[in-house]
């Protein structure tokens, strides 16, 4: 194998995290949900939002939040999450620069 080729595949395992992330139709709901909502959301408004259980939620959230497409931040009791997609979109476009820039060399 070239050393391009490895570059690619080491690429695209680092970002799999990002793309499993996207890859449920739940997650694309809260994406969208707290691009409407700047501030951020608690879980309980988010699954009354999506009609998910306060659990299902949660977990939803804790894949996006460790691929970085989501952080929170603690009032009072509650956590309230709100998009942080800059870096993730970034990184997916880096993979998507490498991939255009090996195809335009074959």
Do not use: W
Request: charged content about 25%; overall charge positive; some cysteine.
């Amino acid at each position: 194998m070239s050393q391009e080729y490895e570059q690619m595949d080491q690429q695209f395992k680092k970002y799999v995290p990002l793309l499993d992330a996207l890859k449920d139709e739940n997650r694309h709901a809260i994406i969208l949900l707290l691009a409407q909502h700047k501030a951020g959301l608690n879980v309980n408004t988010i699954a009354e939002h999506i009609q998910l259980s306060r659990p299902a939620v949660s977990h939803h959230l804790k894949v996006l939040r460790q691929a970085g497409f989501v952080a929170y931040t603690k009032k009072n009791v509650e956590n309230y999450y709100m998009l942080t997609i800059r870096k993730p979109l970034d990184e997916l476009k880096g993979l998507i620069a490498t991939i255009e820039a090996q195809c335009s060399q074959s």
